[in-house]
């Protein structure tokens, strides 16, 4: 399994931008699918997105399609997700999550490996 650890949450204020972090360590990283899910207060898991192994393909919920951007650097063993344009509805814990090579899916069963999240602060 990847170890996973996020970094670069905070409190932002309506319509401000952010932009966190995963780093990952052990296996190879650029064998995994990589995807960001998020924990609203009071609320399940929800997917975010997620981003091939080869960033070559990538897949939104709908729900911040055109807002936020995943992205990776496999030579940095870091994707990441920036976000803009943010509402008050997107805090939340935000967790990256792995799944070794596999296709996209926003299923949170389906992931092998879970950060311990860091926490996003949207201020109206």
């Known amino acids: 399994q990847v170890q996973l650890v996020e970094s670069g949450g905070g409190l932002v204020q309506a319509g401000g931008s952010l932009r966190v972090s995963c780093a990952a360590s052990g296996r190879t990283f650029s064998s995994y699918v990589m995807a960001w899910f998020r924990q609203p207060p009071g609320k399940e898991h929800e997917f975010v997105a997620a981003?091939?192994?080869?960033?070559?393909?990538?897949y939104y919920a709908d729900s911040v399609k055109g807002r936020f951007t995943i992205s990776r650097d496999n030579a940095k063993n870091t994707v990441y997700l920036q976000m803009n344009s943010l509402k008050p509805e997107d805090t939340a814990v935000y967790y990256c999550?792995?799944?070794?090579?596999?296709?996209?899916?926003?299923?949170?069963?389906?992931?092998?490996?879970w950060g311990q999240g860091t926490q996003v602060t949207v201020s109206s």
């Open positions: 981003i091939f192994w080869s960033g070559g393909s990538t």
């Open positions: 999550a792995a799944r070794y090579r596999a296709r996209l899916t926003s299923l949170p069963h389906e992931y092998d490996s």
